[in-house]
Structure formats: structure tokens, C-alpha cells
């Protein structure tokens, strides 16, 4: 069983009830590196933190959402 599973149905009436699993972001990389990890997301880009403002204002509202984990990374972790 997963984290976010066991965290669901051991504190499903408080938070946290999910996991937010976020890839990386954009920040200070040099170019090449960038574009490389850029070219190997399904999305084609790197996430901006906007991105996962949104992702956990979702979480906080999302009142029957519990045990679940919410990958934030541009298709990464489903490419795998």
C-alpha cells in the first residue's frame, strides 16, 4: 500500500488526505540541461510553480478526494 493510501484511511477526516508529487520546476538550470529534461517530459516543458499552486489549491478544496497521489511532473511519471 502507498503513502497516500495509507495516509487516506488512517486520517481520512483530517489533512492530509493526498500526496502532491511534483517534477521539477523551472529554476536555475543551465540550457542544455533544461531542454534535456524538457524533451523528456510527454508535456515537452518544465513546470512552472504556478503549476503546483494550482495542484495544491485543488487538494484544499477537493472535499471527497482521499488516498490519492497527484503527480504534478508534465506526464513523467505515467511515461515510466
Avoid at 517530459?41 to 497521489?69: H, K, W
Amino acid at each position: 500500500m502507498n503513502r497516500a493510501r495509507v495516509l487516506g484511511s488512517e486520517r481520512a477526516q483530517r489533512p492530509p488526505k493526498a500526496v502532491l508529487s511534483h517534477g521539477l520546476q523551472q529554476m536555475r538550470l543551465p540550457a542544455a540541461e533544461r531542454e534535456r529534461y524538457a524533451n523528456a517530459t510527454p508535456l515537452g516543458t518544465i513546470g512552472a510553480p504556478a503549476d503546483v499552486v494550482t495542484a495544491i489549491r485543488y487538494l484544499i478544496s477537493a472535499t471527497y478526494v482521499t488516498g490519492e497521489t497527484l503527480f504534478v511532473d508534465g506526464g513523467r511519471h505515467g511515461a515510466r
